[in-house]
């Protein structure tokens, strides 16, 4: 399982021209899932994102989490993160999970995330989204459990 997290000053996915997720200071999270995922991936990666220090702290220091600034995330469902990449110049899906998994697998990311007690918003699974993100920094991590 995949989360590339992108540390942002604002986020929104629209869908059809419906506004489906969007917060304030917080985590884009673009979560990818491969075959061989389960449910405690999905709750190590969770706890991985939320814990992750990549706010400032008085000093100007990423010494901050998510939780830690009062921040929101946006969950929003990104198969090409399990892309093969290695050969040519098309990737290939073969490393992404079924459909069905990877989407039972990302609401329950969400909700491990909702869980905490964290504000969490979410794009659409499989959908066609565009995606607004005002980037701070620009803060980008890939993390993989």
Do not use: H
Not at 97 to 113: I, M, R, T, V
Request: hydrophobic share 40%; proline share 1%; aromatic share 6%.
């Amino acid at each position: 399982m995949i989360a590339l997290i992108q540390r942002v000053s604002s986020a929104s996915v629209t869908v059809e021209q419906n506004i489906t997720g969007e917060i304030g200071q917080g985590l884009l999270i673009l979560l990818g899932v491969e075959k061989g995922d389960d449910a405690a991936k999905a709750k190590r990666l969770c706890e991985k994102v939320l814990g992750y220090r990549v706010f400032s702290d008085e000093q100007g220091k990423m010494n901050l989490n998510v939780q830690q600034v009062g921040g929101s995330v946006l969950v929003v469902s990104q198969f090409t993160l399990a892309a093969d990449t290695k050969k040519g110049t098309r990737a290939g899906f073969s490393r992404g999970a079924d459909p069905a998994d990877a989407e039972q697998l990302y609401d329950l990311f969400s909700d491990y995330c909702r869980q905490t007690g964290i504000n969490t918003q979410n794009g659409v699974f499989a959908a066609d989204m565009q995606v607004q993100l005002n980037n701070d920094g620009p803060v980008t991590f890939w993390l993989q459990v």
